[in-house]
């Protein structure tokens, strides 16, 4: 069968790392006592001196950072525990201290790449025939960690992408300092990870249908009490109860300040399971039963030895719900959740051996349980991984999913695929060649020879497709939607 390549069409436009946009993150030089150190030589210093530190340290810093008052004294409270006195400090004094304990972060000096793009949630005073769009990208910095960050752009009528220009601050949301808990989904979520006992049922009862972080905390001490205890068992509880602290550590919500612009808004790892990195976020508009849309994203979080599939929910780009997934079909990389409910279920594509392509259904967002072999790799540029690109994207043909394989010299390419419409379990098209393959200028960065997105976005009949260079920078190509199902055998 003769092979007819869809024409794609690659753009001028590429985000690349930019070391100039720099966060303030919490620096500590060591343990508590190094730490009182420090405070000690700054308490030595005479008022006058202490006033025109702070004056030098803020003329220079205060250009590159919004807010750096506030947050010099969000720090100072955070180390005060350790001053040796009990005197009144002067606010400049408490601003210098804490001016000491943060520190620069570059969040993108290394990389901006594996991009996700949905429809804005605002779409007002936009050009006639244009969309405005969210892009979400992986930003790794220092140490490697990965955090997740945003863009916003516009694609006008005639397919042009204008990504609009990131302004040089950075800012970080503030944690919900007590969010509620439903005490119904976080018992079944300890039953999934093996943590449901005596113990566990004692602690749950003395708490209400919903509960807040420090209601469950004074729960946990009340069940530790060693006269609440069988004698010899205190670790095997603490062991016990700090895994219902980090279930609940590891679901939590971040607000950002509604005037900070998009490209201001900066995700960092806050949970345990992701103290190395949030990444590869998958962003999808979700249109519930009702009519209403929310945006999920999945994400593979990383503490520096296991990876875990997580969830990230919000209506606004303002507010985020992070959210644990559980069962045993929730493991590996790649998951990514189909725009609507199918037959009455979530649908989610998954990775789950690092191979082959998978499809699950689920009457929860939040547990995942039976999973059916839906592709394996077939084509010789494909024949060492195949996996999903991001979130389907529904169609009147079906539903497309871009696809990446590994071929040889580990390259990655993207590919398609076309799932039918009520029962996706059956694939109905398949691009035998590549959509996307890493061209000679593409070839160069990080990990050498790769091109992969995170998800994509059909508008007016054309693919928008952000994908990353070499897990270094992020590029668009555009192609029509008939062309690549016309290539499908």
């Not at 040796?84 to 993108?108: C, H, N, V, W």
């Not at 998954?350 to 547990?367: A, C, I, P, W």
């Amino acid at each position: 069968m003769h092979w007819n390549p869809p024409q794609v069409t690659r753009t001028p436009t590429i985000l690349r790392p930019d070391q100039s946009r720099v966060l303030l993150r919490p620096f500590s030089p060591g343990d508590p006592p190094r730490i009182g150190r420090i405070i000690a030589r700054i308490m030595s210093l005479p008022e006058d001196r202490v006033a025109s530190l702070l004056e030098d340290v803020l003329a220079e810093f205060s250009p590159r950072h919004q807010r750096i008052r506030e947050l010099f004294l969000e720090r100072f409270k955070q180390v005060r525990d350790v001053l040796l006195t009990d005197e009144k400090l002067s606010e400049e004094r408490q601003l210098l201290i804490g001016s000491y304990f943060l520190a620069e972060y570059s969040l993108e000096s290394a990389a901006l790449f594996n991009p996700s793009i949905v429809p804005h949630p605002d779409q007002s005073r936009l050009p006639p025939g244009a969309l405005r769009f969210v892009l979400s990208l992986r930003a790794t910095g220092e140490g490697h960690i990965s955090s997740l960050t945003f863009r916003t752009g516009i694609v006008h009528q005639d397919h042009r992408i204008e990504v609009l220009t990131a302004t040089g601050f950075l800012t970080e949301p503030h944690q919900t300092p007590n969010p509620l808990y439903e005490k119904a989904l976080f018992v079944r979520k300890l039953f999934e990870l093996g943590l449901s006992n005596a113990f566990t049922r004692r602690v749950m009862t003395n708490l209400g249908d919903s509960f807040a972080l420090d209601e469950l905390r004074t729960a946990l001490d009340l069940e530790l009490k060693p006269s609440h205890l069988p004698a010899g068992t205190m670790q095997e509880h603490q062991n016990v109860a700090q895994g219902i602290w980090l279930l609940a550590r590891s679901n939590y919500e971040v607000q950002f300040h509604p005037e900070q612009r998009l490209s201001d808004r900066v995700i960092f790892p806050a949970a345990p399971s992701q103290r190395n990195g949030i990444e590869d976020a998958r962003f999808v508009c979700f249109e519930n039963e009702d009519g209403t849309h929310v945006y999920y994203a999945t994400f593979t979080a990383f503490d520096g030895k296991v990876v875990l599939p997580e969830l990230v929910e919000t209506s606004d780009f303002l507010r985020f719900r992070f959210i644990t997934l559980n069962g045993p079909a929730a493991q590996n990389k790649g998951m990514a959740i189909f725009p609507r409910k199918i037959n009455g279920l979530y649908a989610m594509l998954s990775r789950q051996d690092n191979e082959n392509m998978y499809l699950m259904f689920s009457d929860n967002v939040h547990f995942w349980h039976e999973r059916t072999l839906l592709l394996t790799p077939t084509f010789p540029w494909e024949l060492v991984q195949l996996g999903n690109c991001g979130s389907p994207i529904e169609t009147d043909a079906g539903w497309l999913v871009l696809s990446h394989g590994v071929g040889p010299l580990r390259r990655y390419c993207i590919g398609a695929v076309l799932l039918d419409r009520a029962d996706p379990a059956r694939v109905i098209g398949r691009l035998r060649e590549p959509l996307l393959t890493p061209n000679q200028s593409e070839r160069q960065g990080y990990v050498p020879n790769v091109v992969y997105t995170c998800g994509a976005l059909l508008y007016n009949g054309e693919l928008i497709i952000p994908y990353g260079l070499a897990d270094h920078a992020t590029a668009f190509a555009t192609v029509s939607l008939d062309e690549v199902l016309a290539a499908m055998h």
